[in-house]
Nanobody, 115 residues
Framework: VQLVEFGGGVVQPGGSLRLSCAAS????????MYWYRQAPGKEREWVAS????????YYADSVKGRFTISRDNAKNTVYLQMNSLKPEDTAVYYC?????????WGQGTQVTVSS
């Protein structure tokens, strides 16, 4: 199982970014996918989830209405569209899946929201 995130960067408050996570090594379309983030000095926190078909999505209260998780099973990729970004969204963002009862994480991509 391999997960590779990309799309991070530096953006001004109020701006947008789209993160991508490319998956390989398992049957992507059969598994839920998750985005987490970890800010400096803080614990890693859950951000959003999406079911295997993409029919169900869930969000942390802190990002609800601003972030959208989606997936393209033909491309084995999950996305996180982030709008109306705030300085407190600054963190390393990770995608995750659970395969055969084990969690697999990507290497993370840095998102910095700063003027």
């Amino acid at each position: 199982v391999q997960l590779v995130e990309f799309g991070g960067g530096v953006v001004q408050p109020g701006g947008s970014l789209r993160l991508s996570c490319a998956a390989s090594g398992f049957t992507f379309s059969s598994y839920a996918m998750y985005w987490y983030r970890q800010a400096p000095g803080k614990e890693r926190e859950w951000v959003a989830s999406i079911s295997d078909t993409g029919g169900s999505t869930y969000y942390a209260d802190s990002v609800k209405g601003r972030f959208t998780i989606s997936r393209d099973n033909a491309k084995n990729t999950v996305y996180l569209q982030m709008n109306s970004l705030k300085p407190e969204d600054t963190a390393v963002y990770y995608c995750k899946t659970t395969w055969r009862s084990r969690d697999y994480w990507g290497q993370g991509t840095q998102v910095t929201v700063s003027s």
